[in-house]
């Protein structure tokens, strides 16, 4: 039985539709190995080789791929989500709504998609900690250490203009407190010191919309939310990817 | 992990490839991406999926009732991450809290591998070889998490101090945001005070440090960590002295 699934097999990767999608036989050797991580788009963000202390779980504990992971499971249910919902005041607290009872697993969607954020957030942080603590900040590494902190800071703007769109009272209000911190910035809002410019020109002004958070700020939010931060961040982790190769492999001991 | 493969000629070569075989000849402890990293990537994977699935079906994701602008809640909290933020509000006036704050983090952070002239440390977790960056990072996170939390949990109806066994529906005397504002001509020597003999002390006591930093990067350094300091400093002097402002001028006060 088992030679004949071997055999199988074996005619399997022989078959002209098989290799034309996996151009390498079984990665049983290592010039096989080799080629599947040249050949494979996902595959070939790594380096043929890494430094064995580089795999080691304890080492990083996954946390920079993890958040990536958790970038992608955003971007599907996120995607699957927009499907439900609609950016109004009107509507949008209903979509809410329809999702939790009308909706086929709408509610496990949206646990998913609000669980993967917070997660999201933490193992970014944590991520942080670990490179600061391995000392990976350190020359040639500086330049991608701060994309790094740019890439915090979008998953931080992501999570908050998200945190408005269900609409309900909870996200209505964080957000208020959230975005009237920008009334208070010096010169530029409304009620920071030295403010030249009124409640409705200054920069809270502009973040929200309106005076106070409406259906604009809820598009504003939306549009933040969906299309222009994520296009941000992946941009910047196609930088960070890229230079984490350049700039010499993951680090290790001199 | 070790695999011991005989070592096959790639024909299809490219120059990456040379510099890989190059450097396995310098450095031999190197592993193949394909299948040792990947086999380890996948296993996050699977493990991150399954933790998230099994934490969505078992907690639904908050949704209180419609957004009314009429009905403010009390507390209003931001998201978590903000709430260290909304915590600060306490002690600072919002343009430092919720403007100045943030900035400086983010500035700070990206200045870290500019100022660190530390090469020591790079590739391991080790504390011995660059102490001081290690405690001042470490307190900089152990703040801004013991904000969070103490905002989360410790925090009830107009902000007021709630142990998180007590009720909300207890009454609570509204305690004072500090009463005492120090007169400019204590408050202002103070201040730059503060920060002339924190930059000026370890020049003395500690030169060594001093040299190897060079000026540029010692003060912006020190002016980092003094400020870090200064800011959670204010929280035991509102506390313990009642104060509430340490400079008061009629434009923007700290």
């Known amino acids: ?254 | 992990m070790q695999e011991q493969q005989p070592e096959t000629r790639i024909t299809s070569s490219d120059s990456k490839q040379k510099d890989t075989a190059s450097e396995t000849q310098k450095k031999p402890d190197k592993q193949l991406a394909f299948p040792h990293l990947v086999f380890k990537e996948f296993i996050a994977l699977m493990l991150v999926t399954l933790v998230l699935i099994i934490i969505s079906m078992a907690a639904n994701a908050p949704l209180e009732e419609e957004a009314s602008p009429t009905k403010t809640p009390n507390p209003a909290k931001a998201p978590w991450y903000f709430v260290g933020l909304q915590e600060m509000l306490v002690y600072f006036d919002p343009w430092i809290a919720g403007v100045m704050i943030p900035v400086l983090i983010i500035v700070g952070l990206m200045a870290i591998p500019f100022v660190d002239k530390n090469p020591k440390g790079v590739g391991i977790y080790c504390f011995r070889e660059r102490k001081f960056s290690f405690i001042i990072f470490t307190i900089g996170i152990v703040a801004w998490f013991g904000l969070i939390i103490f905002g989360c949990y410790f925090r009830g109806p107009s902000w007021l101090l709630y142990m998180p066994w007590e009720s909300w529906d207890i009454h609570k005397p509204v305690i004072s945001k500090g009463t005492y504002i120090l007169p400019s001509f204590i408050g202002v020597p103070a201040t730059i005070g503060y920060y002339v003999l924190g930059m000026w002390l370890p020049i003395l006591l500690a030169r060594n440090f001093y040299k190897t930093l060079g000026s540029t990067s010692y003060f912006i350094t020190m002016f980092f960590v003094l400020s870090m300091f200064g800011f959670i400093g204010k929280i035991p002097l509102r506390f313990i002295f009642d104060i509430k402002y340490i400079i008061h001028t009629p434009w923007f006060s700290i």
Not at chain 1, 216 to 235: E, K, M, S, W
């Open chain 1, 1 to 254: 039985m088992i030679k004949r699934l071997k055999r199988f097999a074996e005619w399997l990767v022989r078959t002209q539709i098989w290799s034309s999608i996996f151009r390498q036989g079984w990665p049983d050797t290592e010039r096989n190995r080799i080629l599947t991580t040249i050949n494979t788009l996902v595959f070939h963000l790594h380096p043929i080789k890494v430094k064995s202390h580089g795999i080691k779980v304890k080492y990083t504990f996954c946390l920079g791929g993890i958040s990536f992971f958790l970038f992608i499971v955003e971007t599907i249910t996120g995607v699957l989500l927009m499907f439900y919902y609609r950016p109004t005041v009107e509507y949008a607290y209903q979509d809410m709504k329809d999702l939790e009872f009308a909706v086929t697993f709408g509610l496990f969607l949206r646990n998913m998609h609000r669980w993967a954020a917070h997660g999201m957030v933490l193992t970014v942080i944590i991520h942080m900690c670990r490179v600061f603590y391995t000392g990976s900040y350190k020359p040639p590494r500086e330049y991608n250490w701060c994309v790094g902190v740019s890439l915090l800071v979008l998953t931080l703007l992501l999570s908050f203009t998200g945190y408005l769109l269900p609409w309900d009272q909870l996200a209505y209000w964080a957000v208020t407190v959230g975005t009237n911190m920008a009334k208070a910035t010096p010169v530029l809002g409304a009620e920071g010191p030295f403010h030249v410019l009124s409640e409705m020109t200054d920069i809270c002004f502009y973040l929200r919309g309106s005076v106070d958070i409406s259906e604009n700020t809820l598009l504003r939010f939306y549009v933040l939310h969906c299309i222009a931060l994520p296009l941000a961040a992946v941009g910047l982790m196609g930088i960070h990817f890229w230079r984490v190769r350049k700039d010499g492999g993951i680090s290790g001991p001199l």
